[in-house]
């Protein structure tokens, strides 16, 4: 039986990503996603065309019900090796006009979905001795940008969550680390200025979903044994 990489947030942008180049790595994919059905079919047909299993996972990771629902009965089987928390969205807006559901919303599929799904697969990982958590902050986490104060909570939050679980299972042989992605061209850059946020950018251009996807897969093989608890910025050079 192969290794096994559940990616949350995989049915588009960076998380499918990572979930493709899992794949192309040898993991078994189980793929997590909230919504977009047609866009997670065309992802598992993706990893299924290159040789690899990929199960689809539809559950809101801000949910502790629905994350123990489907998890528990696949945990009876299996354990992943990797667990990639990358589901997250924002909603932006000043924080004077913020509804309590917009600060709620946003920080609750972040840290709770890191929670969530960390807190069902550790006990197994602790077990087996082996393990590799990789949380998908982001660079709103390092530096301000206005409107997005639930968003850099979250992130910020992620971060030292993060660190902490580093620390408390390192004896264990569980790795736990956090890649802050800068601008990276998905779906996620809408509504924001573009022009202007490019000329802020060292390297030039906005990154790709693959620029994060490969430090995942860094993060993920044995060659990073010796790294837990640490914040990776993948950004274009964007001093923070
Ligand atoms: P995206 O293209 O909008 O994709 C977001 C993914 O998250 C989708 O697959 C979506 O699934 C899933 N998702 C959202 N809410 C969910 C929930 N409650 N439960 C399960 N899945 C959920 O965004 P992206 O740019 O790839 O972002 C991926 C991660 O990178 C996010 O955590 C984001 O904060 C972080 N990030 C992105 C950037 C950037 O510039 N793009 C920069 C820094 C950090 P459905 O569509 O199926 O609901």
Not at 46 to 60: P, T
Not at 171 to 179: D, H, Q
Not at 185 to 209: N, V
Request: net charge positive; glycine share 10%; proline share 3%.
């Amino acid at each position: 039986m192969g290794k096994i990489a559940l990616v949350t947030g995989a049915s588009k942008g960076i998380g499918a990503q990572i979930a493709r180049t899992l794949a192309r790595d040898g993991f078994d994919i189980w793929l997590n996603y909230c919504s977009s059905d047609t866009e997670a079919q065309i992802v598992k047909k993706e990893i299924e065309a290159a040789g690899k299993s990929c199960v689809l996972l539809k559950f809101d990771v801000a949910s502790a019900l629905e994350v123990g629902k489907v998890l528990m009965p696949l945990l009876d089987n299996q354990i992943p090796f990797v667990v990639v928390n990358n589901a997250g969205f924002r909603k932006d807006t000043l924080l004077v006009w913020m509804k309590e559901k917009e600060w709620q919303d946003v920080i609750n599929v972040t840290l709770n979905g890191f929670f969530n799904i960390s807190k069902s697969i550790l006990p197994f990982m602790l077990k087996k001795r082996e393990g590799r958590i990789i949380n998908i902050a982001s660079a709103s986490a390092h530096f301000a940008i206005p409107g997005q104060s639930n968003y850099s909570a979250a992130k910020a939050g992620l971060l030292g969550a993060t660190r902490s679980l580093a620390i408390e299972i390192a004896k264990k042989n569980v790795l736990v680390n956090a890649i802050s992605p800068g601008f990276i061209d998905t779906g996620m850059l809408e509504g924001l200025p573009k022009e202007q946020i490019l000329a802020t950018i060292p390297l030039g251009r906005f990154g790709k979903p693959e620029d994060v996807a490969e430090l995942v897969s860094f993060l993920a093989s044995e060659k990073s044994g010796y790294i837990t608890g640490q914040v990776f910025q993948v950004n274009g050079g964007i001093c923070t």
